[in-house]
């Protein structure tokens, strides 16, 4: 008996829309182009996530320090059910930003399935092999699910979704993604994904509190190294695709809860003074000893910020569930009719 490749398998049912190759190498390289010569020097943390860096994500999440994906797993394995029961519909469809693994996803898909019998998921990650990877395990496992999946960066993903009809919508944007931006970002985005939602709809917002600094600051420096070599992978992906010549063993991971601004700060250090030269890019860079790439920024919130953020961009905060040792939020935003 021959049997069908998982694609052939899935053809009907999954279309990957792949909006990354058109510009995102020309983007990488202005942002690296600005972000190294300004000082202090910066880098986005969406370009972490190259095939070895999505690996890398999900080792992180299976490290004893990083409690936030066993949180908010806890969450959504006890409250899933209720979750989407709060989505007042017959029918609802489901959208993910920076969906990655989706493994958390599967309980709310479960919970759907449960109500409904057919499911659509519109998956949006700037990781094409991340979505396709996770979009074939999920077709394997549910046969009543259709996938209508986007490679792409979250605004890129928020215009292609102004054209596609959905029904009543549930939005998921877990794992504390939204602590990746700062405080007007985080604004500017949930504002614009408001724009693809009707009034209403839904958007469950996964979101990690504030806390201790020592609990904060062991969960991105991990004893083991993953995190670290998460942050430096960045270096690896220059050398790679810019032809650059950072040698990894002359920089350090640097993980620094700043309390005052709630934020967990992530920077590649420069063990020593050195130049490292990116020809493809034309440009050389001198690095001081000590001197920092600030890559990755994490807030982290409490109550009264969430429902300010809802409020602020289109949405009311009606519903929050919290793991057992209140470390974690999963937040129920609706939209209002104010977009
Ligand atoms: C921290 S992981 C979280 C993954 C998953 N949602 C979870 O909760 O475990 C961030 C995910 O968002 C994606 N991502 C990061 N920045 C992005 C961007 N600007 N646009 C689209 N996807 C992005 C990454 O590829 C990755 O899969």
Redesign the pocket.
């Known amino acids: 008996m021959s049997q069908q490749a998982p694609d052939q398998a899935h053809a009907d049912k999954l279309v990957i829309h792949n909006l990354v190759p058109a510009d995102l190498q020309s983007s990488f390289a202005e942002d690296l182009r600005a972000g190294l010569s300004a000082s202090p020097k910066h880098l ?3 370009y ?2 190259d095939e070895l860096g ?1 690996q890398l ?1 999900e080792a992180i ?1 299976l490290l004893p320090e990083y409690y936030l ?1 066993r949180a ?1 797993n806890e969450i959504l394995t006890s409250y899933a059910d209720e979750i989407v029961s709060e989505v007042s519909a017959e029918k609802v469809s489901l959208l ?10 599967r309980l709310i898909i479960e919970a759907l399935l449960k109500r409904q019998e057919q499911l659509l998921y519109t998956p ?4 094409a092999t ?1 979505l396709e990877q996770s979009s074939r395990v999920l077709l394997q496992s549910y046969p009543n699910l259709r996938i209508n999946a986007y490679a ?4 890129d ?1 928020i215009r292609a979704l102004q054209e596609q009809p959905r029904g009543r919508t549930l939005a ?6 939204i602590g ?1 931006f700062d405080h007007e970002e985080a604004h500017t985005f949930l504002h614009a994904l408001r724009g693809v939602l009707k009034k209403d709809d839904a958007l469950l917002l ?1 979101v990690d509190l504030r806390k201790d600094a020592k609990i904060l600051e062991d969960a991105y420096d991990d004893a083991l190294g993953v995190t670290a070599a998460f942050n430096l992978n960045l270096l690896t992906r220059i050398n790679r695709e810019f032809e650059a010549d950072f040698n990894l063993r002359a920089f350090r991971h640097q993980v620094f809860y700043n309390e005052e601004l709630g934020r967990v700060e992530v920077y590649i250090v420069s063990k020593q003074t050195q130049t490292v030269s990116i020809p493809r890019l034309e440009m050389e860079i001198r690095f001081a000893e000590n001197e920092r790439i600030h890559t990755e920024n994490s807030y982290k919130y409490d109550q009264t910020g969430l429902s300010q953020l809802a409020s602020a961009t289109g949405y009311t905060r009606t519903r929050t569930w919290l793991d057992e040792r209140e470390q974690f939020s999963s937040n129920l935003f609706i939209a209002t009719g104010e977009g």
């Open positions: 986005f943390p969406k972490f996530y999505s994500f999440c994906t908010e993910e930003m920076g969906s990655g693994s989706a493994l958390k996803t949006v990650d700037i990781s991340a792409s960066d979250y605004y993903g998921l944007f877990l794992g504390s993604n990746n996964g």
